[in-house]
């Protein structure tokens, strides 16, 4: 049953019951008045809610949900609003659910709290430690459903809700449990569980560039700063389409010191991570 079909049953007088009828003095000025009235509060109702917005450290997490409430889908358009608080605004968009965040410090509890109001009762938050220089979403989703999905958008992140910071969707009928891993700013110290480009500011490399450069330059670089080196080759996709695949854990052994280096990342672990792109005529190992 449609949402227009309950209100009907539940209407005491319907539109057929007053069709002919003609409209009285007192009538007309009442709807004049309620048409005004709601013109007044209109701005009230835009769903871009206002939010302090906060630096944005490399997360897609939120903050303590007070005062939370649960809207009505049915008062806005087919994609529209099922749920909103000061740090989350959840929409409901065909079979996806789409999660708005307009607060940068995640509490997990709050968050799961927000997932169980449109019944996603069944999904827990990890938080991991990033660089506090990260500006793209870290988002991961673990899952026994194989058909649930999850991914991140940012598109119109800003468009849909005031002072959002990143945003990400999940399909509806999620089957079993499932958890994301969020990203939230490491402490003083603390290893990253995702990488970070070694040459933000505020990183073991900060404004120095190494790509572009000889493996042997590279090495120099990050030795002059104490900082221990560890290698990946880059190897390019056997179809010869877009990206790369990587090989971790590669030993010094196998890099050539004239190989070019692609990036120098860092896990806040005083090891620079060299991205090497394999000369010409190197040979990938089986499965690159």
């Known amino acids: 049953m449609n949402n227009d079909q309950i209100f ?32 007044e509060q209109e701005p009230a109702r835009r769903r871009l809610t206002p939010s302090p917005r906060r630096a944005l450290l490399g997360l897609a997490a939120v903050a303590v949900l007070t005062g939370g409430f649960v809207v009505a889908p ?28 307009t607060e940068g410090d995640p509490d997990p509890a709050e968050l799961e709290k927000a997932f169980r109001k449109v019944g996603l009762d069944d999904i827990t938050v990890k938080l991991i430690p990033v660089s506090p220089q990260q500006r793209a979403p870290v988002v991961g989703f673990d899952k026994t459903d194989p058909d649930a999905r999850m ?19 999940v399909t509806v009928g999620i089957k079993g449990s499932a958890q994301f891993r969020l990203g939230r700013p490491a402490k003083p110290g603390e290893r990253y569980a995702s ?3 070694a040459s933000w500011p505020g990183e073991a490399l900060a404004g120095v560039k190494l790509q572009g450069r000889s493996v042997a330059e590279a ?6 700063r104490d900082l221990r080196v560890a290698y990946e080759l880059d190897w ?8 790369v695949r990587y090989e971790q854990g590669v030993p010094a052994s196998r890099i050539d010191p004239s190989w070019k280096v692609a990036t120098a990342e860092t896990y806040n672990d005083g090891v620079i991570v060299l ?8 040979t990938p190992p089986p499965g690159f």
């Open 219 to 224: 090495v120099q670089v990050v030795r002059e």
């Open 151 to 169: 991914s991140s958008t940012l598109s119109d992140c800003g468009e849909r809700v005031e002072g959002c910071l990143t945003a990400f969707r």
């Open 8 to 39: 009907k049953n539940r209407a005491r007088v319907l539109d057929e019951h007053l069709a002919g009828r003609a409209s009285t003095a007192g009538a007309d000025a009442l709807l004049a008045e309620i048409v005004l009235q709601e013109r």
């Open 195 to 197: 990488p970070a480009d």
């Open 74 to 101: 049915s008062l806005f358009n087919e994609s529209g609003q099922v749920y909103a608080s000061q740090a989350v605004t959840i929409d409901r968009d065909g079979d996806w659910y789409v999660f708005y965040i």
């Open 236 to 243: 390019p996709l056997r179809d010869g389409g877009h990206g």
């Open 275 to 282: 991205h090497v792109e394999p000369g010409a005529g190197a």
